[in-house]
């Protein structure tokens, strides 16, 4: 594996870990050298030297085995000298069952960064090669210190950081840019719909998710209002039939789920004001007080989600860049319990069962693109 430099930002192939020097580093490359293929040479190279070591292993116990053939030779009537040979023959005989098998077998990759965690303690956080279906190598960063009360071993699945003017958004994601704030939210759409991105697991089994997603308000997002509306303004009530499916866009804000079928993970929700009642309280928050939304909230749902606002007492079709959503921070006069919810800003689940599910994260609105949308601009998520 490698080292990261970070004066020169190149990568060396010289330990076990490409180690981070601030928080920001993500992966190794740099145009000459630590690129994925020049660790693999690396790796390559190691094995042809691994090789080499066990021959001249071999060579040194054939000429000890030699040599005390030429001792029982010479000995044939110490019958104290032969015992001794032989218990040493027997001795070098282990040893050479041991290197067979050590070479034989050959010391694979690791599957994951818990397995990382489990053999090495004290591995620090950094990109590993991971071993994934069978053959193949994957590179990813392994967070070894405590994420969501859990302690090290993470795997990381999904990464983006926008910030990062090299950063672009996922494919199908509309790019937002104000006030130096870039976001990727849902593609164009007159009517209800969802942008999603997937992210394989690459085989690695796990039995907990733990994430944060950074976004911001556009418009007029009503968290899981439920009631029906006939585009693009005319409220008529009832129940929207989308509001309890979770394949539809049942939510104004983002969705995280597992596998398919979808199995929830985590909502964020995006409210559409925080500081005072809207509509009598169908476009507030569901933990805002005076909301209705707090008995809509969908039983796939339950309790798993945050949710905030970006405005404060009134809204504009603008991205309101000054308070972010989901960081609890800069919350409104009725978001105080929004912005005290367990974890916040980090996600947690921890499930009974294993799987090796994809993670998919969906930003999504119920009505058209125009009048609402909570587009990201960071997210990670990991797993173990």
Same mark, same amino acid.
């Given at each position: 594996?490698?080292?990261?430099?970070?004066?020169?930002?190149?990568?060396?192939?010289?330990?076990?870990?490409?180690?981070?020097?601030?928080?920001?580093?993500?992966?190794?490359?740099?145009?000459?050298?630590?690129?994925?293929?020049?660790?693999?040479?690396?790796? @390559?190279?190691?094995?042809?030297?691994?090789?080499?070591?066990? %021959?001249? =292993?071999?060579?040194?116990?054939?000429?000890?085995?030699?040599?005390?053939?030429?001792? *029982?030779?010479?000995?044939?009537?110490?019958?104290?000298?032969?015992?001794?040979?032989?218990?040493? @023959?027997?001795?070098?005989?282990?040893?050479?069952?041991?290197?067979?098998?050590?070479?034989?077998?050959?010391?694979?990759?690791?599957?994951?960064?818990?397995?990382? =965690? %489990?053999?090495?303690?004290?591995?620090?956080?950094?990109?590993?090669?991971?071993?994934?279906?069978?053959?193949?190598?994957?590179?990813? $960063?392994?967070?070894?210190?405590?994420?969501?009360? !859990?302690?090290?071993?993470?795997?990381? @699945?999904?990464?983006?950081?926008?910030?990062?003017?090299?950063?672009?958004?996922?494919?199908?994601?509309?790019? $937002?840019?104000?006030?130096?704030?870039?976001?990727?939210?849902?593609? +164009?759409?007159?009517?209800?719909?969802?942008?999603?991105?997937?992210?394989? !697991?690459?085989? *690695?089994? +796990?039995?907990?998710?733990?994430?944060?997603?950074?976004?911001?308000?556009?418009?007029?997002?009503?968290?899981?209002?439920?009631?029906?509306?006939?585009?693009?303004?005319?409220?008529?009530?009832?129940?929207?039939?989308?509001?309890?499916? *979770?394949? =539809?866009? $049942?939510?104004?804000?983002?969705?995280?789920?597992?596998?398919?079928?979808?199995?929830?993970?985590?909502?964020?929700?995006?409210?559409?004001?925080?500081?005072?009642?809207?509509?009598?309280?169908?476009?507030?928050?569901?933990?805002?007080?005076?909301?209705?939304?707090?008995?809509?909230?969908?039983?796939?749902? =339950?309790?798993?989600?945050?949710?905030?606002?970006?405005?404060?007492?009134?809204?504009?079709?603008?991205?309101?860049?000054?308070?972010?959503?989901?960081?609890?921070?800069?919350?409104?006069?009725?978001?105080?319990?929004?912005?005290?919810?367990?974890?916040?800003?980090?996600?947690?689940?921890?499930?009974?069962?294993?799987?090796?599910?994809? *993670?998919?994260?969906?930003?999504?609105?119920?009505?058209?693109?125009?009048?609402?949308?909570?587009?990201?601009?960071?997210?990670?998520?990991?797993?173990?």
């Amino acid at each position: 594996a490698v080292t990261l430099d970070a004066a020169s930002s190149t990568c060396t192939a010289a330990v076990s870990t490409c180690i981070e020097s601030n928080a920001t580093c993500t992966y190794c490359h740099s145009s000459n050298e630590g690129t994925p293929s020049s660790v693999a040479e690396e790796l @390559l190279r190691r094995n042809a030297k691994g090789i080499e070591a066990t %021959n001249q =292993k071999m060579n040194g116990l054939i000429a000890s085995v030699s040599e005390i053939k030429n001792t *029982i030779t010479s000995n044939t009537k110490s019958t104290l000298a032969n015992a001794r040979a032989i218990r040493e @023959l027997l001795e070098l005989m282990e040893d050479l069952i041991a290197l067979h098998n050590s070479s034989t077998s050959s010391s694979p990759l690791p599957t994951s960064c818990q397995e990382i =965690k %489990n053999k090495e303690p004290n591995s620090p956080s950094g990109v590993y090669a991971l071993a994934v279906n069978d053959s193949d190598i994957t590179y990813a $960063y392994c967070h070894m210190g405590e994420l969501c009360s !859990s302690g090290g071993g993470w795997t990381r @699945l999904a990464y983006l950081d926008m910030t990062d003017s090299k950063e672009i958004c996922p494919s199908g994601f509309k790019l $937002y840019q104000s006030g130096g704030v870039r976001a990727c939210g849902r593609a +164009y759409n007159a009517d209800a719909s969802c942008t999603s991105v997937q992210f394989p !697991s690459n085989g *690695i089994s +796990y039995s907990q998710v733990c994430g944060r997603v950074t976004g911001y308000q556009y418009a007029t997002p009503d968290a899981v209002q439920h009631g029906l509306w006939q585009n693009p303004q005319h409220y008529v009530g009832g129940t929207d039939p989308k509001h309890n499916n *979770i394949n =539809k866009a $049942y939510v104004d804000g983002v969705s995280i789920t597992r596998g398919s079928p979808r199995q929830h993970v985590w909502t964020l929700m995006g409210g559409v004001l925080g500081s005072r009642i809207a509509h009598d309280g169908r476009y507030n928050c569901p933990c805002s007080p005076g909301s209705t939304q707090s008995s809509f909230v969908q039983d796939f749902v =339950k309790n798993n989600y945050f949710c905030e606002s970006g405005a404060g007492t009134s809204t504009s079709r603008i991205l309101y860049t000054a308070d972010p959503l989901w960081d609890g921070q800069g919350c409104g006069t009725l978001e105080t319990a929004c912005c005290s919810a367990p974890g916040l800003p980090w996600f947690h689940r921890n499930y009974t069962t294993t799987t090796t599910d994809y *993670i998919e994260l969906r930003v999504c609105g119920d009505q058209e693109t125009d009048d609402e949308d909570t587009p990201v601009s960071f997210y990670e998520i990991y797993v173990k």
